[in-house]
T-cell receptor, first 116, second 118 residues
């Protein structure tokens, strides 16, 4: 089974609108971290937002928020007020506990294109 | 703001040649990682490194690969005899405290080295 699933290969969003990127994960470890990274066409991986498995509240960072539904094992990223510069690939990733070596496992990504 | 740096940004090499990819992690970070991303595919974990030794490695990280921290700032990935399938973007990352279930566990990535093996 896939550890991280991103079901939307690509999305269009109108500038200034909000967009939700889906991410579901699979782990039996109670201690894990969830991350979203942005990869623009230039190729670098930019950290956006983090959610720990014990966090009671959804994480927010500026225009980014994470809709964390632990029972459903989902960690969707919401980008509010989309800007042209938000056009990029977005990757969801999970870090499982020390027994799994603390490595990140990535989903397949969602390509977002913001239309003016 | 501190950042991970990587050199070179691009490397073209002939099959069978050795390449060394270099990284300077964020200065107060103690854990270092290499990942790779074959064009159009997922980012894959290669190896993690702490206290001058490998913490974990993936199946991809075979005997052709090695890592080293030759001094107090650099972290290198060596591919001894490159194959065509080693062509990929290689990312270095670093973190302070992995596994903490807190923001301090975040892994910050460098800009990547795009390796092309001909």
């Amino acid at each position: 089974a896939q550890k991280i699933t991103q079901t939307q290969p690509g999305m269009f969003v109108q500038e200034k609108e909000a967009v939700t990127l889906d991410c579901t994960y699979d782990t039996s470890d109670p201690s894990y971290g969830l991350f979203w990274y942005k990869q623009p066409s230039s190729g670098e991986m930019i950290f956006l937002i983090y959610q720990g498995s014990y966090d009671q509240q959804n994480a927010t960072e500026g225009r980014y928020s994470l809709n964390f539904q632990k029972a459903r094992k989902s960690a969707n990223l919401v980008i509010s007020a989309s800007q042209l510069g938000d056009s990029a690939m977005y990757f969801c990733a999970m870090r499982e506990g020390p027994a799994a070596g603390n490595k990140l496992t990535f989903g397949g990504g969602t390509r977002v294109l913001v239309k003016p | 703001e501190p950042e991970v740096t990587q050199t070179p940004s691009h490397q073209v090499t002939q099959m069978g040649q050795e390449v060394i990819l270099r990284c300077v992690p964020i200065s107060n970070h103690l854990y270092f990682y290499w990942y790779r991303q074959i064009l159009g595919q997922k980012v894959e974990f290669l190896v993690s490194f702490y206290n001058n030794e490998i913490s974990e490695k993936s199946e991809i990280f075979d005997d052709q690969f090695s890592v080293e921290r030759p001094d107090g700032s650099n972290f290198t990935l060596k591919i001894r005899s490159t194959k065509l399938e080693d062509s990929a973007m290689y990312f270095c990352a670093s973190s302070t405290i992995p596994g903490l279930v807190a923001p301090q566990e975040t892994q910050y990535f460098g800009p990547g080295t795009r390796l092309l093996v001909l």
